[in-house]
């Protein structure tokens, strides 16, 4: 069983910085990759940023040059550091993992952390 657990979600003011983090625990064999998505109420849920085994990222384009994704392969946590943040970023920030466990690869999901991003 896997379990994604996420920290460091908040209130910050406009322009602020906040760092999450999501900490997979389990029998996980190997993770392909590492995804930040949110959720901002009555809009669906989007990427905002990935990141695979081998370092590659990519980000939306609202959050270019403002985050950044990377990774601790050895405890199986993704970070995202998010500066000059905007109140359109508020939103729930959902980490989701693409693992192995055996026999298969699925899709894992965090329970989720508020952002609020206002004066």
């Known amino acids: 069983q896997v379990q994604l657990v996420e920290s460091g979600g908040g209130l910050v003011q406009p322009g602020g910085s906040l760092r999450l983090s999501c900490a997979a625990s389990g029998s996980i064999l190997s993770v392909n990759f590492m995804n930040w998505y949110r959720q901002a109420p009555g809009k669906q849920r989007e990427m905002v940023a990935s990141?695979?085994?081998?370092?590659?990222?990519n980000y939306a384009e609202a959050v270019k040059g403002r985050f950044t994704i990377s990774t601790d392969n050895v405890k199986n946590t993704v970070y995202l550091q998010m500066n000059s943040l905007k109140p359109e970023d508020t939103a729930v920030y959902y980490c989701n993992f693409r693992a192995l466990v055996f026999p298969r690869w699925a899709d894992y999901w965090g329970q989720g952390t508020q952002v609020t991003v206002s004066s």
């Open positions: 990141i695979t085994n081998s370092g590659s990222t």
